[in-house]
């Protein structure tokens, strides 16, 4: 008999502000899907995108984990601490011809003009991005929740991963953030759902594992939007985390018993981990607050 692979699962959030109630869902789903399996639940701070990063706010997500009994599993690790390595992945697409520089303007793609550089001398002294080629294959996967899935990357265009400002993109990083740690289950939100598609083409190209994924329902507000920090979410109260929790397994259709809610952190998490059942969330794309 061989040993069943050690599960391991991350949370990424950004540095961008405070955690809000969406992305605590989001963490809370993914710690408890790790814990419920006896596994690994690592911490990776995605700090790439510079002009939007705010000081001091990676340090206001591990507080906010810590105080809500979310501990990770690991030093954390931080995006911009493996740069070296994204250029080498680059050089390598490069090698194989799979990358192509595009000097396009937002404002040209915006109005659905395709990108023309696919077959043109670029002149490398002006700033543009890189482009991974996509072809016609189609990839499939199957999602924990949503369901068997099918995708041509084609049909979403040639996509960025490294931006004309140098930054890599959030499509190419991830991949190797994910095989560099060993990530083997990713749990995210609905909303990262058509990212997959392009993340497994990556995969395929650079010979990397496809881990298994789990999109959870977003959570909406009253208007019908994404919680966001786009949407002005507000942060999560740390006073209080015993309430948040609770409403938040309520959020994930655990069924919380009416005496759970008064319960400290721990004791609600040590219920949470023994009863998980994510099928309660099948098929199910986006949660409201009550």
Not at 5 to 33: K, Q
Not at 162 to 182: M, P
Not at 220 to 236: H, M
Request: contains cysteine; hydrophobic residues 40%.
């Amino acid at each position: 008999m061989f040993d069943k692979p050690t599960y391991i699962g991350r949370f990424a959030p950004s540095p961008t502000g405070p955690l809000h109630l969406g992305s605590l869902y989001t963490a809370l789903a993914s710690f408890l899907d790790a814990k419920s399996q006896q596994g690994l639940w690592l911490l990776r701070i995605d700090d790439l995108d510079n002009p939007r990063n705010i000081k001091g706010a990676d340090a206001l997500i591990l507080k906010t984990l810590a105080a809500f009994g979310l501990h990770w599993d690991r030093a954390v690790i931080y995006q911009s601490q493996s740069i070296s390595g994204y250029e080498v992945a680059l050089q390598r697409l490069q090698d194989d011809y799979m990358l192509y520089a595009c000097q396009c303007s937002r404002k040209t793609l915006a109005n659905d003009e395709p990108c023309s550089c696919r077959d043109k001398r670029i002149n490398l002294a002006i700033p543009h991005a890189y482009r991974v080629k996509t072809d016609s294959r189609v990839i499939g996967f199957r999602d924990q929740l949503q369901g068997w899935l099918s995708y041509n990357p084609a049909e979403q265009l040639d996509f960025v991963i490294k931006r004309k400002d140098q930054i890599f993109a959030y499509q190419f990083a991830v991949v190797l953030d994910d095989y560099w740690q060993g990530v083997n289950h990713v749990v995210r939100g609905y909303d990262l759902l058509l990212s997959t598609p392009k993340q497994i083409y990556l995969q395929k190209l650079l010979g990397l594992s496809m881990p298994k994924y789990m999109h959870v329902p977003i959570i909406i507000d009253a208007q019908g939007f994404k919680l966001s920090k786009q949407t002005l979410a507000a942060p999560v109260d740390l006073n209080r985390p015993e309430r948040l929790i609770y409403q938040l397994l309520g959020l994930l259709k655990q069924n919380p018993p009416e005496d759970l809610k008064v319960k400290p952190v721990n004791e609600q998490l040590d219920w949470a981990i023994s009863h998980w059942n994510p099928k309660a969330l099948l098929n199910c794309q986006a949660m409201g607050l009550h």
